[in-house]
């Protein structure tokens, strides 16, 4: 027990008076205080730099307790857009694919007009970026075609009737595969995105565009959302 300060010490182990014996000598106050410096030296410092969401952790190079970004809970998954709705002579099918004979589904977009197919996508939680990817294939038929995305979006309370495709509304010219039924696969970049958005989809071949030379139907085999 420390000189002066015999009393019942707090729960931490600092002295206290015993006010019924110690003297008022000045020990007893230098024994608290040196308790105290002792629990000080031990405490665990506030990081030079922390943010809102940060873990501590120990670095045994320095001796100090530094911030680290918490870990996530997992990048947050590609999503299908929920393509439902064709428009223009846009149509949906099945074609019988491979030795396998695999019933492909997919969806059609002739050539010489503006076909469409309407879709929707949820974006995942903390997702302020994606890639849009369309899987494209063609019949044996080389050419080019024209590629329109165009995406909306619209939070919990806002409007289903957007005004303006206020996240996409821009062309890609895709050059076709002469192989028959060969994958081409083409992206567009969204930004300015918000987790729990639903974005409205449009997916449109522009065929009377000068620059669309494919002669046959494009087909989309599907459309996701890929997290930047």
């Given amino acids: 027990m420390a000189t002066d300060a015999t009393g019942t010490p707090t729960s931490l182990g600092i002295p206290k008076f015993n006010t019924s014996n110690d ?14 410096d002792d629990l000080l030296v031990d405490r665990i410092t506030k990081p030079a730099s922390p ?10 190079g320095t001796g100090e307790w530094v911030a ?14 929920q393509l439902a709705t064709p428009s223009g002579g846009s ?8 030795t396998v004979a695999w019933l492909a589904p997919h969806w059609e977009l002739p050539d010489a007009a503006t076909t469409l197919v309407y879709g929707t996508v949820l974006v995942p939680t903390g997702v302020t970026a994606a890639t849009l990817r369309l899987a494209l ?13 165009s995406v909306a979006s619209a939070a919990d309370g806002e409007t289903l009737a957007p005004a303006t495709w206020g996240i996409l509304d ?23 995105l918000a987790g729990g958005d639903l974005l409205p989809v449009a ?24 997290p930047a």
Avoid: H, Q
């Fill in 51 to 60: 943010t809102d969401g940060d873990l501590l952790t120990y670095d045994s």
């Fill in 137 to 149: 294939a063609a019949n044996a038929t080389t050419g080019n075609a024209v590629v329109k995305c």
């Fill in 23 to 36: 003297n008022p000598s000045g020990l007893g106050t230098n024994a608290m205080m040196d308790a105290i």
């Fill in 91 to 98: 149509f949906w099918t099945v074609t019988s694919l491979g």
């Fill in 203 to 226: 997916i449109s071949r522009l065929g009377s565009d000068g620059s669309d030379s494919l002669t046959a139907n494009l087909l989309l085999f599907g459309a996701w959302l890929e």
């Fill in 170 to 192: 821009t062309s890609n010219t895709v050059a076709m595969p002469g192989t028959a039924y060969l994958r081409k696969d083409t992206t567009f970049s969204l930004t300015g």
């Fill in 68 to 81: 680290e970004a918490a870990p996530s809970s997992g990048s947050a998954s590609v999503t299908p857009v």
